[in-house]
């Protein structure tokens, strides 16, 4: 497993342009799977043993002029691709992709917005500081067993921080998301289906998602299919008349809340098994063809009955299969999960970069046309924290797709591994937390028993040389005495 995690990594040697900052990149996704708590570079400098001179070190990384953040990310969408576990959906991948936020309260972070959250529990506030995050992702592994693999996190609001207002208001943070799955789906003219929430089903949306058609396929290049808000309607198709009328023709005709067609057309759903969010249940769907003003065109409209409850979705294929695409609906769950492991087992969202050229805001929540500029001479220096924010976030994510390929590669290997307690295995593959867990223990023993080559032995190699570690060489005869 670490021979492969190794691999993976020596492929991105050649996104650096030197090979420190690789060095660096390597000591951070090591560090990221191997700290046992994660509080930012401090964890990282913990695991490494490193004192203040490595800090500053891996600092270092993170506004290095040696690596370009879109190549990085380009690389990674390559490299995922070439590992053949993507879940095809025909012909076309399928991506996930939703919102979260980030709460920071820094004076000087650039990129910190006033955020409105829609709670059920009293333990979050409504109104907040911090990041605005959007992020896709490709599922891969199987149907039944399967995992949101991270391709792109970016931060989708604070603009004005980087004197982009007036230029990046004309894309809606939903339109932001779709941009970058339709700059995936081009890059590697891959057609795609990107699942969406209920936040997702606006026109802008829709009309986007159309703009790039696939000559192959004949049809638009990426699909959508989202949730449907309770207070939407639709139009059936305007009945042609006997005899023609002067003026246009009627193009609208008889009207229809989406929520009472479970009531009116109750009689015309038919009964299937389905797979809902990984286990098969027998539900009751109806599948029409609407027209949806916004869009001024057909929507397929799917109406699923289920144990859980009502269910109306969106789709901008119109011959899709109803069972196929509620299938597909139920797998944007993994995205929630996606964001759970970023947070609370990697930590990749606990970076502390700040920036003395942004002005000083205050740490209540207030208006966002209210943002403060920075001044021409300093844009240079608040770009650079801002592009820290999403380098950091994005190794974390790339540090998350490697646990979920070992995951889905070695899933024998690390449950043979794995010597903690587990009360219940929700499933046959091993979690992003139990691999974290298992590689954390064997990247220690290879630390102890290092080699002089490989990726590990340039590690030791740059800690020993530049002495950015606090153990001096006193503690060597006692390393040598370990291994013998």
């Known amino acids: 497993m670490l021979s492969y995690i190794y691999h993976i990594l020596n492929s991105f040697r050649s996104v650096f342009s030197r090979q420190v900052p690789w060095i660096s990149f390597c000591m951070v996704v090591l560090g990221l799977i191997g700290a046992y708590q994660m509080a930012g570079i401090s964890s990282l400098c913990r695991f490494w043993q ?10 270092h990384l993170f506004h290095s002029q040696a690596w370009s953040i879109q190549t990085f990310i380009y ?17 076309r991948l399928v991506l996930l992709g939703d919102h979260t936020y980030v709460p920071k ?13 829609n709670s059920e529990t009293q333990s979050k506030p409504s109104y907040f500081r911090g990041h605005f995050w959007g992020l896709i992702g490709l599922l891969i592994g199987t149907p039944e067993h399967s995992f949101c693999l991270p391709l792109e996190a970016r931060i989708h609001q604070g603009f004005t ?30 057609p795609a289906i990107l699942i969406l929430d209920a936040f997702f089903s606006v026109k802008t949306v829709f009309r986007l998602a159309n703009t790039v058609w696939s000559v192959v396929l004949k049809a638009p290049l990426l699909y ?31 009207k229809i809340k989406l929520i009472d067609v479970f009531e009116n057309c109750s009689q015309d759903f038919q009964e299937a098994n389905c797979l809902i969010y990984g286990k098969m249940e027998n539900i009751s769907y109806l599948a ?11 929507i397929r409209f799917v109406f699923a009955r289920t144990s859980l409850g009502l269910l109306v979705l969106m789709c901008s294929d119109l011959e899709i299969d109803p069972l196929k695409a509620i299938s597909l609906y139920c797998y944007r769950i993994r995205v929630e999960i996606l964001f759970d492991m970023l947070k609370n087992v990697l930590g990749a969202f606990c970076y502390h970069f700040w920036t003395k050229g942004l002005p000083r805001h205050s740490r209540r929540p207030k208006k966002n046309k209210d943002l403060k500029k920075p001044s021409q001479e300093n844009l240079f220096l608040v770009r650079q924290c801002w592009e820290a924010y999403e380098r950091f976030v994005m190794i974390g994510c790339v540090t998350l797709g490697i646990l979920q390929l070992v995951s889905l590669k070695f899933k024998d290997q ?6 903690s307690f587990l009360r219940t295995r929700s499933r046959s593959l091993p979690s992003e937390g139990i691999v974290k867990e298992v590689i954390a223990q064997e990247l220690r023993n290879d630390f102890i028993k290092v080699a002089d080559d490989g990726t590990m032995g340039e590690i030791h190699r740059r800690l020993r040389e530049n002495k950015l570690s606090w153990k001096d060489k006193r503690s060597e005869p006692m390393i040598k005495k370990k291994v013998a």
């Open 414 to 419: 690390v449950w043979a591994g794995f010597q």
């Open 224 to 254: 959508i299919i989202t949730r449907a808000k309770k207070n939407y309607v639709a139009y059936f198709p305007a009945v042609k008349p006997d005899k023609p009328r002067p003026g246009a023709p009627c193009k609208y005709g008889e």
């Open 50 to 59: 490193m004192n203040e001179a490595g800090y500053m070190y891996l600092l």
């Open 161 to 190: 921080h980087l004197n982009q207002r007036d230029k990046e208001d004309k894309d809606s943070t939903a339109m932001r998301l779709v941009r970058m799955a339709l700059d995936f789906s081009i890059r590697h003219n891959k």
């Open 75 to 91: 690389h990674w969408w390559q490299l995922a691709l070439e590992q053949q576990v993507a879940v095809m959906e025909g012909e």
């Open 288 to 298: 029409l063809n609407l027209l949806w003003k916004p869009t001024g065109g057909l």
């Open 105 to 117: 309260d820094g004076r000087h972070m650039p990129g910190v917005v006033s955020i409105h959250q």
